[in-house]
């Protein structure tokens, strides 16, 4: 299991906004590996924070990383399948498995305090209810960034947020469980086959009293396929948007691009050297119906940075290639089968952009997926379950208090419009220019294993 500084979770490290911290990073694993600091600005300096090949290099065994530095967003809570509210490596899943029944993670609290948890879910994909027995919750912030006060039983949290909550300890003294139970948004045919554990930690209140035989659960936890009690959460989320804490929201009249991206689960073809019995069934997302396609010798952004060619195209489409009822299933040969490719989309500095997540089922893949925009904070305007419509949707967009983000998830069979502002590419400024690529970047290697991508372009065209 990896692990950093021999811990798991990681170390804490306290700073505060405006600090300028440095990060060193050795890898002592067997395998490459890259880290990417989710939501934390790191101005100018995007070399060090993103998946691999895209923004840089993996770091490979026994190799020091490019030093980070970041300035800081502003008690934290993992969850995640292999954490303390976790449950598949039993780690620290609580004590309602078995293999962790003598390690449960005990939170100790004084009544009357107020609490700030700060909760991660640390998931790939799996979006989370979590609650803690007759407690309410109240969310401040998202992402770093704060909202209105939001009072509640308990939280939906997508994989890769993060969220502020303030908790006080105003019940009898006594034991209460903490729970995180799996949101699911598979068909309902599907739900049996993932493990419905509910994983817990327990809220311990400090003082003499007679301990329980057991703790109490959260009655008001959503079940796991409850869409109305995760449509009442997170509909409500709002940015602070006060004098103290302004947000800038781009306008109608700011916006100078506009996209409109399908999500999709595809199959891709099988590779020439494939024995007779391949069948096209190989799974693979796409946007836009472009399945991502990893280069072999360099990273994107270098490749930007310095001007090389080959490595990308910059012809990543504003819209996907055909318009068809995306929240119905489709097992169509023209939205079923995807093509690879590495195709960008190039923003100038300081363009106001708007896009529109729309969400399909095509074979039937339709769930809530989160989105991220590496190194951006981004408004949700909007979003909506069915088809996007794009002369009536826009008119009740939220351009006053819209939550400000780093992930949101895109409901199943549904869109999602966010609104930002391009600040990667240079501006006209020092200030505003990113700094060259340290000397001892790590160089890219891929081990992907997927055939080249204008082979499958040419033999989507043959096949259609």
Known sequence: MLVVNDAFPGPEIRVHKGDLVYVNVQNKANYSLTLHWHGILQPRNPWSDGPDVRKFGKISPGIQGAPMDWIDNDGLFLLSNQSVLGHRNCILPGDLIPCSADSTYRWKVEYGKT??????????????????????????????????????SYIMISAGQTMDVLLTADQSLGHYYMAARHFATETMDEIVWFDHYNVTAIMEYNGNYTYPTYPS???????????????????QIRSLATPGHPISVPQDSDITTRMFITTSMNSLYCSEDSDSSCQNIQIASSVNNISWFNPSDIDILQAYYRNISGTYTTDFPDYPPTFYNFTEMSMSVDTMLTVQGRKVKVLE?????????????????????????????????????????????????????????????????????????????????????????????????????????????EKKMEYT
């Not at 700060?118 to 909202?147: K, P, S």
């Not at 959260?218 to 959460?233: E, G, V």
């Not at 089922?361 to 379950?385: A, E, K, R, W």
């Not at 006209?428 to 991508?453: H, K, V, W």
Request: proline share 8%; aromatic share 14%; with cysteine.
């Open 115 to 152: 609490y700030l948890l700060r909760i991660l879910n640390a998931n790939m994909d799996e979006d989370l209810f979590f609650g803690v027995a007759e407690h309410n919750l109240t969310l401040v912030g998202i992402d770093g960034c704060y909202t209105k006060p939001l009072d509640t």
């Open 217 to 235: 659960l959260p009655s008001t936890l959503p079940m796991y396929y409850d869409i109305q009690s995760y449509k009442d959460f997170i509909f």
């Open 349 to 457: 500095y300081n363009e106001s952009v708007e896009i529109v997540f729309q969400g399909t089922d095509v074979v039937g893949g339709s769930i809530n997926h989160p989105m991220h925009l590496h190194g951006y904070t981004f408004y949700v305007v909007g979003q909506g379950f069915g088809n996007f419509d794009n002369v009536t949707d826009p008119k009740n967009f939220n351009l006053v208090d819209p939550p400000e983000v780093v992930t949101f998830g895109v409901p199943k069979k549904g869109w999602m419009a966010i609104r930002f502002t391009a600040n990667i590419q240079n501006g006209p400024t020092t200030e505003t220019s990113m700094r060259p690529p340290p000397a001892y970047m790590p160089l890219c290697s891929s081990d992907s294993g997927i055939q080249n991508f204008h082979d499958s372009t």
